[in-house]
């Protein structure tokens, strides 16, 4: 997950160990949902970094107690949210861009459907250790058929 701060470590959350795949359309059927919630975990992440820089430069009218209650809140809402779309079956990649991917299958190989907050729709995909500069069109991707 991006982020400069340490806090990401602590934010993370593992993935499942039995992995969902999905088809181009299933993803693209789902992208209502991760919209939505990634749309909240990149709001959150923001909001995550503001308050621990403001929390390690501390102001005369800040109240460290308060500050560092809000930062707990926070970061348990960010994990709350990412739980979700490991639930879902996503992996989430970047916080702060709101990048992440579904598993799937191609030619029998696994390989990653990616999507990044403000797309329209899954349109790339890329092999599972090539990431997001790896990224091609979705029209060169073959998936398997579903059985």
């Given at each position: 997950?991006?982020?400069?701060?340490?806090?990401?470590?602590?934010?993370?959350?593992?993935?499942?160990?039995?992995?969902?795949?999905f088809t181009?359309?299933?993803?693209?059927?789902?992208?209502?949902?991760?919209?939505?919630?990634?749309?909240?975990?990149?709001?959150?992440?923001?909001?995550?970094?503001?308050?621990?820089?403001?929390?390690?430069?501390?102001?005369?009218?800040?109240?460290?107690?308060?500050?560092?209650?809000?930062?707990?809140?926070?970061?348990?809402?960010?994990?709350?949210?990412?739980?979700?779309?490991?639930?879902?079956?996503?992996e989430l990649?970047?916080?702060?861009?709101?990048?992440?991917?579904?598993?799937?299958?191609?030619?029998?190989?696994?390989?990653?459907?990616?999507?990044?907050?403000?797309?329209?729709?899954?349109?790339?995909?890329?092999?599972?250790?090539?990431?997001?500069a790896g990224?091609?069109?979705?029209?060169?991707?073959?998936?398997?058929?579903?059985?």
């Open positions: 997950m991006s982020g400069s701060d340490a806090s990401a470590s602590r934010v993370s959350v593992k993935p499942r160990s039995r992995r969902k795949t181009v359309r299933e993803a693209n059927c789902a992208l209502p949902l991760v919209r939505r919630i990634v749309a909240d975990v990149v709001e959150h992440w923001s909001q995550l970094q503001r308050l621990t820089e403001r929390h390690q430069r501390r102001g005369a009218g800040d109240d460290p107690l308060a500050l560092e209650d809000q930062i707990r809140d926070t970061r348990d809402r960010l994990r709350e949210l990412v739980e979700e779309l490991n639930g879902i079956g996503v990649k970047d916080l702060e861009a709101g990048l992440l991917d579904f598993p799937a299958k191609s030619a029998g190989r696994d390989v990653y459907l990616c999507w990044k907050l403000g797309e329209a729709a899954v349109d790339y995909w890329h092999d599972c250790s090539a990431g997001f990224r091609r069109p979705i029209s060169e991707l073959r998936e398997a058929k579903k059985h």
